[in-house]
């Protein structure tokens, strides 16, 4: 290990990174003086704290697995694979690569991701106009979430009649087609035309959603009672970044008494 050395890294400098937990990468040049082969193995972040004596970073070694023939130059990008839940702030000290040793500042950004489940959530308004849903929050970032979503947000009526219904019907059932057709975002969208707003309220208030957390909130709609029993409505509710989906339909129409027709007075059958 000792015929080793970073290019363009020299002892005395620091080098600085800055960027969201998971997206964190070291490019690293090492040149081997030697005829022999050299091997490295791993890093160690163990030494590099938050404000230089906080909590360590990363205590498991990173794996490097790199080889560099004699009198060679070898070249990668070490990822850091920090926990998504890493707190903010600048991080600093010093990374070991088997016998080197670098001093190393990381500002690690905020990073808000929020994950709602279910997506979307469907409501049967055949079951009263005052349901109560379950809904999932995980905090996949870095920073402590605040989770409100009462208020009133606009419900929109899904036209039966748009012109995209008909987009999907060529695929038929080739479900290699429709995994193609999400992954790129061609799926038909429907159309929405405004049509009220709808009331929601948590149960039990705001809560606090800590980083790498997940809980279930207890959700209370309002609809509005001009829904109609054939229709599909949609709602989204902003939470952070990410969306709360609620899709309102009936199940069960009302029951609809048809009259037959009255034969003329003096026809015969």
Avoid: C
Avoid at 9 to 25: F, I, V
Avoid at 130 to 147: D, H, K, M, Q, W
Wanted: charged share 20%; hydrophobic share 45%; glycine share 8%.
């Amino acid at each position: 290990m000792g015929a080793l050395d970073l290019v363009d890294w020299p002892a005395e400098r620091t080098l600085s990174l800055a960027g969201s937990a998971g997206n964190l990468r070291i490019p690293l040049t090492l040149r081997n003086a030697s005829d022999q082969p050299a091997h490295l193995a791993e890093a160690s972040l163990a030494e590099v704290r938050l404000a230089g004596a906080g909590a360590s970073l990363r205590l498991a070694p990173l794996a490097v697995q790199m080889q560099i023939p004699g009198h060679g130059v070898g070249r990668t990008h070490l990822r850091l694979r920090l926990d998504p839940a890493t707190p903010p702030g600048r991080y600093e000290g010093r990374i070991k690569l088997g016998d080197l040793v670098r001093t190393l500042a990381i500002d690690v950004l905020p990073d808000v991701k929020l994950n709602v489940r279910p997506s979307p959530i469907v409501v049967d308004a055949g079951g009263g106009l005052a349901p109560v849903v379950a809904v999932s929050f995980e905090n996949r970032g870095n920073v402590p979430l605040t989770i409100d979503v009462s208020g009133h947000y606009p419900l929109a009526e899904e036209s039966p009649v748009s012109p995209d219904r008909l987009d999907g019907a060529a695929d038929g059932d080739n479900p290699l087609a429709k995994i193609f057709d999400k992954l790129i975002g061609r799926e038909p969208q429907p159309v929405l035309i405004p049509f009220g707003t709808l009331e929601m309220s948590m149960l039990g208030g705001p809560l606090a959603l800590e980083p790498g957390a997940t809980l279930v909130a207890t959700v209370e709609l309002k609809l509005p009672a001009t829904l109609s029993p054939s229709a599909r409505y949609h709602t989204f509710a902003p939470v952070y970044a990410s969306d709360l989906h609620i899709v309102v339909v009936t199940a069960a129409k009302p029951l609809v008494m048809v009259r037959s027709a009255r034969k003329p007075t003096g026809t015969s059958a």
